[in-house]
C-alpha cells in the first residue's frame, strides 16, 4: 500500500551523503513517511467510517487482537509384535504467536508465526522417534493473509488456517495444518433472522503445509514428505494442484440445536467428494436432551487420476453413510455411532474414501473416527462401530472422554477383518479466577489391536498448553 507514496519522496539530498548513511537516513524516512500516512488514514476513516472509530494508530492497535500458545508435547507408542518396529517417543516444545489487525476500510491482515523444538531430548536413533512430530526445529509462517470482512461476504488470502470438514487444521500435536488458499464466505441474508446464519462458502486450494513441517508444497498426505500422513512412495517425484471447495452450512445462531452442511470437494487429480451432515440437539427443558445426526457422501474420480498413473487403482465410485444417536445430560453425554463405506473391487483401497488432507492425522469428519485411527486409515471399506462417554468434573475444570471402536473391513496386508480401538482422553483445565488461567495438562492413552504387523499398539500423548 505504501508503493505509490514511496515515490513521493525526496531522494536529491542524499546525493552528499555516505552509502551506508543515506541508506539508513532513506529507510528511516520512508519508515516515517508511511507511518504518518498510516496515522493520517486512520484518522480519515474514523471521520468517514463509523465502522473504525479510531482516535489514531495507537487506538488501532490497542483494538488489534493478539494471541499465542505455549505447547509441551510428548508422545510414546509401543507395539507387542517383535517383528514390528522399535518402540518411539519424541518431545516438542513450542507454540505460536500471532495477529489480526483492527478492521480498517473492512480489511484486516493476519500474521502467525510458530515454532517447534525438541531440545535435543529425542532417540540418537531414527527409528525411535515418532515421525508425527516436527522433527529437530522448525520455523513456519502458519498464517500470513489479508482479509476483507463486509457484512454479507469475507474474503481472505493466502496462508491460513481452513475448517472445513475434509481440509480442516488437524491440530493434535505442536502446531496445525495450514493452507495456501484464497477462502470466501457469503452471507447474502444477514438482514432476516431466520437466515442471518445461512453461509455459502468457496474455497481454492494451491498448496499444503502439514503440522510436521515448516513449508507449504503442491502435495497432500498420500505424498511421503509428510510425517503421520498415508505415504504412497510412488507419487515421490510428482505433485498435485490442489483442491476445489465450495459448502453451504446453516445453523439458526451458535449452538443451535439444529446444524445443516452440504459440501463438495474436488481433490484435482484424486477424487471428488458430495458431504452431507446434519445434526439435531432436542432441547427438552429437563436437562436430558436426546441427539441424532445423520450424514452421506459419494465420491468418484477427478482428472488425470495420480493414484491410477502410480499403479494403485483410481478413486472408487463409493458412498459413505453415518448415524449417531445419545444424549446430553447433566452429568455425561452418551452416544451411538455407525459408519459403512460401500466397496468397489479395483479401486484403490477397495473403494474406502481418498481423503488427502486427513488421511493418517485421523481428522476426518466420520463419526466413527478414533484418536489413532478411523475407517479412512484402515484403506479398506467396510462398517464401524463407535460408543462413546464424555463428562466434566470439579465446576468443568475436568473433562474424561472414553471411547470404543469397532470396525468391520476387508482384510488387507497391514489390518485383520476386526481391528478395534479403545481410548482415554483426560484434560485438566485450570479456571478463570485461576492465577493460571490459560493453562491446561491433557493426557491420551489408545490400545488399537488387529495390525497384524504390530499386534497390539499403545499409543500415549501428553500435552502441556498455555492458550493466551
Known amino acids: 500500500m505504501y508503493a505509490s507514496s514511496n515515490n513521493l519522496l525526496p531522494t536529491e539530498d542524499d546525493a552528499h551523503l555516505p552509502s551506508d548513511v543515506k541508506n539508513h537516513s532513506k529507510a528511516a524516512r520512508k519508515a516515517a513517511c508511511s507511518a504518518a500516512l498510516f496515522a493520517i488514514s486512520l484518522n480519515t476513516a474514523s471521520n468517514a467510517d463509523s465502522n473504525t472509530p479510531y482516535d489514531g494508530i495507537e487506538d488501532w492497535l490497542q483494538k488489534t487482537q493478539f494471541h499465542g500458545n505455549l505447547r509441551a508435547y510428548f508422545i510414546a507408542r509401543a507395539y507387542t509384535d517383535r517383528q514390528a518396529?522399535?518402540?518411539?517417543?519424541?518431545?516438542?516444545?513450542?507454540?505460536?504467536?500471532?495477529?489480526?489487525?483492527?478492521?480498517?476500510?473492512?480489511?484486516?491482515?493476519?500474521?502467525?508465526?510458530?515454532?517447534?523444538?525438541?531440545?535435543?531430548?529425542?532417540?540418537?536413533?531414527?527409528?525411535?522417534?515418532?515421525?508425527?512430530?516436527p522433527g529437530g526445529t522448525v520455523y513456519t509462517l502458519t498464517e500470513a493473509f489479508v482479509r476483507y470482512k463486509h457484512r454479507y461476504f469475507t474474503l481472505r488470502g493466502p496462508d491460513q488456517v481452513l475448517d472445513t470438514p475434509w481440509i480442516n487444521p488437524s491440530d493434535a500435536r505442536m502446531k496445525p495444518a495450514a493452507f495456501r488458499a484464497i477462502y470466501g464466505e457469503l452471507t447474502p441474508f444477514a438482514d432476516y433472522s431466520v437466515l442471518?446464519?445461512?453461509?455459502?462458502?468457496?474455497?481454492?486450494?494451491?498448496?499444503?503445509?502439514?503440522?510436521?513441517?515448516?513449508?507449504?508444497?503442491?502435495?497432500?498426505?498420500?505424498?511421503?514428505?509428510?510425517?503421520?500422513?498415508?505415504?504412497?512412495?510412488?507419487?515421490?517425484d510428482k505433485s498435485a494442484p490442489g483442491a476445489l471447495v465450495f459448502g453451504l452450512k446453516y445453523e439458526a445462531h451458535p449452538g443451535a440445536p439444529l446444524t445443516i452442511n452440504l459440501w463438495y470437494n474436488k481433490f484435482y487429480n484424486f477424487s471428488q467428494l458430495l458431504w452431507f451432515d446434519t445434526n439435531?440437539?432436542?432441547k427438552t427443558g429437563t436437562g436430558f436432551d436426546p441427539l441424532f445426526g445423520v450424514q452421506f457422501g459419494s465420491q468418484w474420480q477427478d482428472g488425470n487420476n495420480l493414484l491410477a498413473q502410480v499403479g494403485k487403482g483410481t478413486a472408487g465410485t463409493t458412498q459413505a453413510?453415518?448415524?449417531?444417536?445419545?444424549?446430553?445430560?447433566?452429568?455425561?453425554?452418551?452416544?451411538?455411532?455407525?459408519?459403512g463405506i460401500t466397496k468397489?473391487?479395483?479401486?484403490?483401497?477397495?473403494?474406502?474414501?481418498?481423503?488427502?488432507?486427513?488421511?493418517g492425522y485421523s481428522t476426518d469428519p466420520l463419526y466413527t473416527t478414533q484418536m489413532i485411527g478411523g475407517i479412512i486409515e484402515k484403506q479398506s471399506p467396510g462398517s464401524a462401530?463407535?460408543?462413546?462417554?464424555?463428562?466434566?468434573?470439579?465446576?468443568?475444570?475436568?473433562k474424561a472422554l472414553v471411547s470404543y471402536g469397532g470396525y468391520y473391513i476387508a482384510p488387507t496386508s497391514t489390518y485383520v477383518s476386526n481391528p478395534y480401538e479403545t481410548d482415554i482422553d483426560l484434560t485438566y483445565s485450570f479456571p478463570d479466577t485461576s492465577?493460571?488461567?490459560?493453562?491446561?495438562?491433557?493426557?491420551r492413552f489408545g490400545w488399537m489391536t488387529g495390525n497384524i504387523k504390530d499386534q497390539n499398539f499403545y499409543y500415549e500423548r501428553f500435552q502441556i498448553q498455555y492458550q493466551f
Open 385 to 398: 462401530l463407535r460408543i462413546a462417554a464424555t463428562s466434566y468434573f470439579a465446576d468443568k475444570t475436568i
Open 321 to 339: 453413510y453415518g448415524v449417531i444417536a445419545g444424549i446430553d445430560t447433566p452429568y455425561v453425554r452418551l452416544t451411538a455411532a455407525y459408519n
Open 85 to 133: 518396529p522399535p518402540d518411539q517417543t519424541a518431545f516438542s516444545l513450542g507454540g505460536y504467536a500471532g495477529l489480526v489487525t483492527a478492521p480498517l476500510y473492512n480489511i484486516q491482515a493476519g500474521l502467525t508465526l510458530g515454532a517447534a523444538n525438541s531440545l535435543g531430548l529425542n532417540p540418537v536413533a531414527p527409528e525411535q522417534i515418532d515421525p508425527t512430530m
Open 344 to 359: 468397489q473391487s479395483g479401486a484403490f483401497a477397495g473403494g474406502d474414501f481418498v481423503s488427502p488432507y486427513t488421511s
Open 435 to 443: 492465577p493460571l488461567s490459560g493453562l491446561s495438562v491433557r493426557n
Open 196 to 236: 442471518k446464519n445461512l453461509t455459502f462458502i468457496g474455497l481454492r486450494l494451491f498448496e499444503f503445509n502439514g503440522r510436521a513441517e515448516g513449508t507449504f508444497t503442491p502435495t497432500n498426505l498420500y505424498f511421503p514428505e509428510h510425517g503421520g500422513g498415508s505415504p504412497i512412495p510412488e507419487l515421490a
Open 280 to 282: 439435531y440437539i432436542y
